[in-house]
C-alpha cells in the first residue's frame, strides 16, 4: 500500500483566496482525520470521520474551514476565505479501529 | 480536557548515550498513550503504543514506559545514533479516537 496520500504537498496563496486540501486513505480504514501543525499550537485535531461521516469537528477553527469525504477514498479540506494565520502544516491519517493512526506526509500551506 | 506535555522541548546529546524523553498527562482515565516519530518536512510515524493495562512495550532500542497514577511516560532509546535525531511526539486517547498531542522533544544524536 502507498500509505496516506495528500495532495498538494505545498501551497502558496494569497489572503483572501480559497484552498483545497486533498487526502486519499489507506484503503480499508474506516477514520480519517484532519490535523493542524504549528510551531505555537503543535499538532491540533481538526475533525474526524468514520465510514466517511463527520463524527468530531470542534476542532475546525471557524466557518472558514469545512471538510467533506464524498467516499472511502477520497477527504478535502478547504479553507475560504484563507488568512494568514492559516499557514500551517496539514496532515491528514487514517486509522483501522482502535488502534494507531497513520500520517500521511503533509500539506505545506503559506497564506500571503 | 486533556492535556499533554513534554519537557524539554530540545535535547542534544552525544552518540552512544542512552537517553529518556518525558511525557506527562492530565486525565488518567487514558486508554492508550502512543509515541511517535517525526522527521523534518515528513508526517509521522508511530513508534509504540501502550494500552491502559499495559506498563511497558519494547521495541529493538526502544522502551516505553506509561504510569497512569503519576500521569507519566517515559521513551527510553539505549545507545542512541545520529539516525535517531528527529522530534519525538507522545500522544494519549481517551475514550473517543481523538489523539491529544504534546508539543514533542526535538532530539539531536551527535556524532
Known amino acids: 500500500d502507498a500509505g496516506v496520500i495528500q495532495s498538494p504537498r505545498h501551497e502558496v496563496t494569497e489572503m483572501g483566496q480559497e484552498v483545497t486540501l486533498r487526502c486519499k486513505p489507506i484503503?480499508?480504514?474506516?477514520?480519517l482525520f484532519w490535523y493542524r501543525q504549528t510551531m505555537m499550537r503543535g499538532l491540533e485535531l481538526l475533525i474526524y470521520f468514520n465510514n466517511n461521516v463527520p463524527i468530531d469537528d470542534s476542532g475546525m477553527p471557524e466557518d472558514r474551514f469545512s471538510a467533506k469525504m464524498p467516499n472511502a477514498s477520497f477527504s478535502t479540506l478547504k479553507i475560504q476565505p484563507s488568512e494568514p494565520r492559516d499557514s500551517a502544516v496539514y496532515f491528514c491519517?487514517?486509522?483501522?479501529?482502535?488502534?494507531?493512526?497513520?500520517f500521511g506526509p503533509g500539506t505545506r500551506l503559506t497564506v500571503l | 480536557k486533556q492535556e499533554v506535555t513534554q519537557i524539554p522541548a530540545a535535547l542534544s546529546v552525544p552518540e552512544g548515550e542512552n537517553l529518556v524523553l518525558n511525557c506527562s498527562f492530565t486525565?488518567?482515565?487514558?486508554?492508550?498513550l502512543q509515541w511517535f516519530r517525526q522527521d523534518p518536512g515528513k508526517g509521522l510515524t508511530s513508534l509504540l503504543l501502550i494500552q491502559s493495562s499495559q506498563r511497558e512495550q519494547t521495541s529493538g532500542r526502544l522502551n516505553a514506559s506509561l504510569d497512569k497514577s503519576s500521569g507519566r511516560s517515559t521513551l527510553y532509546i539505549a545507545a542512541s545514533q545520529p539516525g535517531d535525531s528527529a522530534t519525538y511526539l507522545c500522544?494519549?486517547?481517551?475514550?473517543?479516537?481523538?489523539?491529544?498531542f504534546g508539543k514533542g522533544t526535538k532530539l539531536t544524536v551527535n556524532p
Open positions: 500522544a494519549g486517547k481517551g475514550g473517543s479516537e481523538k489523539l491529544v
Open positions: 491519517a487514517s486509522s483501522p479501529w482502535p488502534d494507531t493512526q497513520y
Open positions: 484503503s480499508g480504514h474506516d477514520y
Open positions: 486525565d488518567s482515565a487514558i486508554y492508550n
